[in-house]
């Protein structure tokens, strides 16, 4: 437990390890509202961009629950787990498209960003065709060097195409998310196009770039740790893969600015008083190295069993599409290794342009031979 200089001035509670994070995040006595004071921001960019697109994972519960629930469905374990014949094929597909083409060959355009951005498309119902646009305005949101003009901007133009295509729905629905959304919720006047168009910014940014981040730096991770790379390429257990998957969420941990809140009421945790008002950053990519919780920490080990990480958060605000992420992932990493065994990097790892300008960890590019 230690305090920490912000951006504005504001002094947080920064939360590390990894009992004391699920405690954080756990309770109620903690708000993950960006509009209270004491709120820990990230930058005046998110704070502007959040303000302007305010989306249920800023909410509080029985808003956050009440928003989150019409999305449950769309994002339960059994529906994720009957996308996987399909993903298997566009996953096929992308790497088949890779080995006909030059090499070296940069994995993030060839199979990392395209997987899942053909999911998140397919569910929302948002155009494939379209997606230089959202790739682009989501990488502003993101970067750390965005200004707030930039941010605004940025938000204001996915936020204008996203209603339109709310409208065009309503008009002619289809069988996806952002359909039913508009036939059920603005047709009823329970939520207006512009939250709806919210509520679709959040999933088509978040739905994209992180999967696709975790694909990147996991292969990364792998070529670096071969002993471990065999396994996952030699084995034709689904729940090795599947435990792999875990333990890379685990050890990567790609969303590297931590569960941010505000207490509602003094909290003890760690030994520390929290005063009500003040803000907390709980770590969890810190947390998630923390030897009490998993020995050996930084050691990737793909058969250990690393299920109760907090990659993708903790408590009522733990991440709504893990089910997608989990199969898209066990797809990839069980069949891209087994499909080019001899994948290798084509530059030195040092020379791997690693995002520390972005909001989300992964690499620019990943140049790959085989």
Known sequence: MSRVKLWDGSTPWLVTRYDDV????AGPRVSADNERPGYPSINAAVTA???????FINLDDPQHAAQRRLLTQDFMVKKMEALRPWLQRIV?????????????????EALALPLPSLVICKLLGVPYADHDFFQRVSKKLIAHDTTEEDSLAAVDELLGYLRDLVDRKNEEPGDDLLSRLAVEQLRTGAMTRDQIASMGRLLLSAGHETT????????????????QLAQVRESDD?????NAVEELLRYLTITHSG???VALEDIEIGGEVIREGEGIIAANDIANRDGAAFPRPDALDVRRKARHHL?????????????LARVELQVVYGTLYRRVPTLALAVPVEDLRFKRDMAVYGVHELPVTW
Do not use: W
């Not at 699920?22 to 995040?25: A, E, K, N």
């Not at 096929?92 to 993030?108: S, Y």
């Open 22 to 25: 699920r405690t954080v995040l």
């Open 49 to 55: 961009s959040r303000r302007r697109a305010k989306s």
């Open 92 to 108: 096929d597909e992308l790497i088949d498209g890779m080995l006909a083409g030059p090499k070296p060959a940069d994995l993030v």
């Open 212 to 227: 696709a981040n975790m694909i990147a730096l996991g292969t990364v991770a792998l070529l670096e740790n071969p002993a």
């Open 238 to 242: 689904p729940k090795l893969i599947a």
């Open 259 to 261: 569960r941010r809140r």
């Open 311 to 323: 990659a993708f958060g903790y408590g009522v605000h733990q991440c709504l599409g893990q089910p």
